[in-house]
């Protein structure tokens, strides 16, 4: 077995229309994030990591954004299918950590339920699954609060190297 790190990093514009979804959880009346799925962020970052640990390209690769498929999917659907992926080359996930950067809301309350949903989708234990949060103090686009970003780390096992 050889271990391998992944990593990924997605940002996505606000959107006032949508509704917010973050590690699969709605926050209700916040504006959500432009995008063809559900344009969740963090599992997006969580999705590139995991791709990335076993060199497989990026998300886009795999569901590219103008499928209709994908159109306003549930991002943890497209988790699903990676951890299928990575159960079809003998890899198995150790762990996953991810920060999100946004100036609201405050992530805390819903962060177990974030955790809990990244980790039933891919079939790992809850503590198997870090999710942090911060701001970007202010600064930049993301400080206007003009969109969400999210990077993660993911660690798998793998059967080769
Ligand atoms: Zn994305």
């Known amino acids: 077995m050889a271990t391998r790190v992944g990593i990924g990093y997605d940002i996505h514009p606000r959107a006032a229309d949508r509704t917010l979804v973050l590690g699969g959880v709605e926050f209700p009346g916040e504006a959500g994030l432009e995008g063809h799925s559900d344009a969740d962020v963090l599992v997006h970052a969580i999705g590139d990591a995991l791709l990335g640990s076993l060199a497989l390209g990026d998300l ?19 988790l699903r299918l990676i951890r299928a992926m ?16 946004a100036e609201a809301p405050k992530l805390a309350p819903l962060r177990d339920a974030m955790c809990a949903n990244i980790a039933r989708a891919l079939r790992v234990g809850i503590s198997q699954v870090s999710i942090k949060a911060t701001t970007n103090e202010g600064l930049g686009a993301v400080g206007r609060g003009e969109g969400i970003a999210a990077m993660a780390v993911a660690t798998v096992e793998a059967s080769s190297s």
């Open 60 to 78: 886009g690769r795999h569901f590219p954004p103008g499928d209709p498929r994908w159109k306003g999917a549930s991002s943890l659907d497209l």
């Open 86 to 101: 990575l159960d079809g080359m003998g890899a198995q996930v150790v762990h996953v950590d991810a920060t999100v950067i």
